[in-house]
């Protein structure tokens, strides 16, 4: 089956020890996005891939950095983790960005990345 | 700024109850509306999209219909199972996905 693959599922890291999550999509999806939640919050967008162009959020913090080496991979690296940036991350994939009517603009998400900070 | 609020936060049935779960969005140019379903510590399940006002979809117990202000997710006869998180987001011109905080449904057998 078709779907969003992220990996590891659950990630433990120290305070300020680099992090690198691992997303990939057998979808063939033209844009991939991280999304960022917190306990009983919204998710939140941190940035997405069209293809290889990168769109950034204006309030991500420049702690985030995303790398999508190819079309199946996108990943998200965490440079110098705090305390506040444990969260569940999501990846989601959707053919277009915004294709209304024909479904091409719906995003999938896979299952996430538990990441706790210590 | 656009924003998309549901309501409410939380709800408990018992099973066979039905329901209605309310999500409201203030959007400039709807392009699509979209319910999701998470489970706890996992990613959004895709459940539906609707496009126009007056649109319905249906899948089991849940049908979701969209008017040009809100958008409701109906659960019929509702089974323990179907406990679970359930997300909408509002999708407009070039602005990312607008997610709600979501309700929260507690189906007691």
């Known amino acids: 089956d078709a779907m969003v693959i992220q990996n590891p599922r659950y990630q433990v890291t120290q305070f300020g020890k680099p992090v690198t999550l691992s997303c990939s999509q057998t979808?063939?999806?033209?844009?991939m996005y991280w999304y960022q939640q917190k306990s009983s919050q919204a998710p939140k967008l941190l940035f997405h891939?069209?293809?290889?162009?990168?769109?950034n959020e204006a309030d991500t913090p420049d702690n985030f950095q995303s790398r999508r080496p190819n079309t199946s991979f996108c990943f998200l690296d965490i440079r110098s983790p705090g305390l506040g940036d444990a969260a569940m991350y999501l990846c989601?994939?959707?053919?277009?960005?915004?294709?209304?009517?024909?479904?091409?603009?719906?995003?999938?998400f896979g299952p996430g990345t538990r990441l706790t900070v210590l | 700024e656009d924003q998309v609020t549901q309501s409410p936060e939380a709800l408990r049935l018992q099973e066979g109850e039905s329901s209605s779960l309310n999500c409201s969005y203030t959007?400039?140019?709807?392009?699509?509306l979209f319910w999701y379903r998470q489970d706890p510590g996992k990613g959004p399940e895709f459940l539906f999209t609707?496009?126009?006002a007056g649109e319905e979809k249906e899948k089991e117990r849940l049908k979701a219909t969209l008017t040009k202000k809100e958008s409701f997710l109906h659960i019929t006869a509702p089974k323990p199972e179907d406990s679970a998180t359930y997300l909408c987001?509002?999708?407009?011109?070039?602005?990312?996905?607008?997610f709600g905080k979501g309700t929260r449904l507690s189906v007691i057998a």
């Open positions: 989601a994939t959707s053919k277009y960005t915004s294709w209304a009517g024909t479904g091409t603009d719906t995003q999938y």
């Open positions: 979808l063939n999806h033209n844009v």
């Open positions: 891939y069209y293809d290889k162009d990168f769109n």
């Open positions: 959007v400039s140019g709807l392009r699509g």
């Open positions: 609707l496009y126009s």
């Open positions: 987001a509002a999708l407009s011109g070039n602005t990312p996905l607008v």
